[in-house]
Each structure stands twice: as structure tokens, then as C-alpha cells.
């Protein structure tokens, strides 16, 4: 039996190596290679449907993943919080006009100003699975959990259905309130009909007599005296 060949086996290793590198590069695995910034948010709400390898668009582009949903539980407040970590590629986007200066802590406080926000929308209502969306929303509050963080933390608002929750909540609780006030506004229209009942009493009987005269005096006017009569009819109902 021949002894087998240590430079034969030293080749075929190398270039099994290769053949691997090569078919990593050409299949997308030099996106491993590539530097992605790390960061963590909080969301509000529930993140059922959020998944580990869930997309990061901003504005339907992708631009990174979700890479870990944790529960952080504290004891002393009876308290849990939620973390999502995602990873985001920098170079996905480009910065026209400006170059990237500062430390990406920096850069986000400059984002974050301008309305940086991540927000939970759904993928496919059939699924129920959920994506982070990353968007400027200037006019949204700035919520952070804030303390000893691993990562830099972009801040959250709530998603649309949970808006909409919100929304309907503020309306029951307002709606008490709102019922007070029409039964005090139909309380003093009533009043303000009976203080005026003697009155519309008293057209009606002037009406009636007015009728009556035109009756004797001017049998040719019958037919203004119905109509005469329907209206008093009708401010009687009215009274």
C-alpha cells in the first residue's frame, strides 16, 4: 500500500479553503466582512411577531436586521424591559454633500435631533410578522430608557395600531364628560321652552281668534283661513 502524499493533501486543503472563500465572496458572504454599527431600542407596546433576523428599512430600503430580543427583568420594581439589537450597514447609506464626521455616538445625537425614531410596522397582516421601520419624525417626543446601555439607543414611538388604541382609550375616558355636558345643554333648552310655553299659548289663541273674524266678515277668504289654521296647528305642536 503507497503512503499518501503530504503535499497532495496540503494542496487539495488549500484549495478547498479557496474554493469556500471564493464561494462566500461570490454568494454575498462578503457582507460578513463589512463593518455594521450596532444599536438598541426599546419599543413600547408588544413586540410579538418581531423575529431575530427581521429586516431594518428605512423607508422600505433595508438597511440592516434585528440580531436579539431579550427580556430584562428588574426585581426591585417588579419592572421588564425589552431590547432589540440590530445591526445596521453605514454603507447602505450615502451622505450627500457631507462627510461622516464625529463618533457614531455623535452622529446619532445629530439624527436623533432631527427626529430619528424606530417604530414596529407589519411585514404581512396574513403573517402577523413584524419589521422595524427607521424614519424622521420631527415632531414626535424623544423616549429613551436611558441608563448603562451596550449599545447606542435610538429612540421609539409607538406603532399605528397602538396609536390607534391610545386614540380610542382618550375618547372613552372624554366621553363621560362630553355626555355631562349635552345633558346640560338639552337641560337648559328645555328650561328655556317652558319659560316661553305662556307665549307661543298666547299667538296661538291670538291666531285662533283671527281667525274666527275672518270667517264672519270674509266668507271669500276661507282659503286663507285653512291656511291660517294649519300654521296655528303647527305653533301649537311647536309650543
Do not use: C
Request: hydrophobic share 45%; charged share 20%.
Amino acid at each position: 500500500m503507497s503512503k499518501a502524499n503530504p503535499t497532495v493533501i496540503g494542496a487539495f486543503v488549500v484549495g478547498a479553503i479557496a474554493l469556500i472563500v471564493i464561494g462566500l465572496l461570490v454568494f454575498g458572504g462578503a457582507s460578513w466582512f463589512a463593518k455594521r454599527n450596532t444599536y438598541i431600542a426599546y419599543f413600547p407596546g408588544s413586540v410579538k411577531g418581531l423575529r431575530v433576523g427581521a429586516p431594518v428599512d428605512f423607508r422600505g430600503v433595508t438597511i440592516g436586521e434585528v440580531t436579539d430580543i431579550t427580556v430584562v427583568f428588574d426585581p426591585k420594581d417588579v419592572s421588564a424591559r425589552i431590547p432589540v439589537v440590530m445591526q445596521l450597514d453605514p454603507s447602505r447609506i450615502d451622505v450627500v454633500g457631507m462627510v461622516r464626521t464625529g463618533t457614531q455616538m455623535e452622529q446619532l445625537q445629530r439624527m436623533i435631533q432631527a427626529g430619528f425614531r424606530a417604530q414596529l410596522q407589519a411585514q404581512s397582516l396574513l403573517t402577523g410578522l413584524l419589521y422595524v421601520n427607521l424614519d424622521i419624525n420631527p415632531d414626535t417626543p424623544v423616549r429613551l430608557v436611558g441608563g448603562e446601555q451596550s449599545h447606542p439607543e435610538i429612540p421609539t414611538i409607538p406603532s399605528g395600531m397602538e396609536q390607534l388604541q391610545q386614540s380610542a382609550g382618550d375618547v372613552a375616558q372624554q366621553l363621560p364628560g362630553l355626555i355631562a355636558k349635552l345633558n346640560g345643554i338639552l337641560g337648559d333648552v328645555s328650561s328655556e321652552l317652558q319659560a316661553t310655553k305662556g307665549d307661543f299659548r298666547e299667538i296661538v289663541g291670538d291666531l285662533t281668534a283671527l281667525s274666527n273674524r275672518m270667517r264672519e266678515r270674509a266668507p271669500a277668504f276661507d282659503r286663507m283661513v285653512d291656511t291660517a289654521d294649519a300654521a296655528t296647528g303647527k305653533v301649537g305642536d311647536l309650543a
